[in-house]
């Protein structure tokens, strides 16, 4: 009886860690698979000199960015005190340590903060703009804070046909900075459901499982335990 007691104890424990272990897998599966992150083109940025273009950069999944700063720096130039294609900080322009070259030629969409889009716009480019940018968030909430975009100046390429060019000024909106944005969320989503889904599944499991063995135990134990001697 004792050994039957130690076996089952044995096998209840490390039912018990395995099952422990499925749930952990599967709770924090679904958030590494949502992880915040900075997101930018794979490819690079073609343009004219003269163009006006913009240089994609958004977080994923959709998060509200408009408390936080946003920097935007052009990582082969050598560090000095200007060495910012743009600064965004307290919800505004920063442009004290701005290169100047690229003030008042630069601008956020700042109503699509609210949307995760922090992509940065930059007017009438020219053969010195050429180069690698990054985006920086330094406080998200991520592993992946940050994302290089290549813009590419190319004057063979025929100048966009003369346009008005508007304002430059920090309402301009643009479309989302990537039209698959929305399926993935849908996705992720749909992912997170089916994985809290499977956690019950597996709880259900466990709790019946521990049920029959509790049953099991108890008619093993009437089995083997000796009947009481009869009264005298």
Known sequence: MRRFQ??????????????????????FWPSAEGEIQVIGP???IIAAPGDDIVLPCHVEPQINVEGQPVEWLK?????????????????????????????????????????????????????????????FLPTLAGHRKDSVVQLVVDPNLAKNPPTIKPQLNTNLQTPDPEDTTVVKSVLRHLGIWVSVLVVFI???LSIAGGYLLRHQFLRHSLKYDPAPPAPA
Do not use: H, M
Request: hydrophobic residues 40%; proline residues 3%; contains cysteine.
């Open 202 to 204: 597996v709880l259900l």
């Open 6 to 27: 130690a076996d089952f104890k044995g096998f209840t424990c490390r039912f018990g860690l395995w099952t422990s272990v499925l749930w952990l897998g599967f709770v």
């Open 75 to 135: 990582p082969d130039l050598q560090l000095s005190r200007f060495r910012y294609v743009y600064l965004y900080r307290d919800r505004r322009e920063v442009r004290a340590v701005q290169i100047p070259s690229y003030v008042r030629r630069t601008a956020l969409f700042t109503n699509e903060l609210r949307r995760g889009n922090v992509s940065l716009r930059i007017l009438n480019v020219t053969l010195a703009d050429e180069g690698r940018y990054r985006c």
């Open 42 to 44: 794979a490819q690079p």
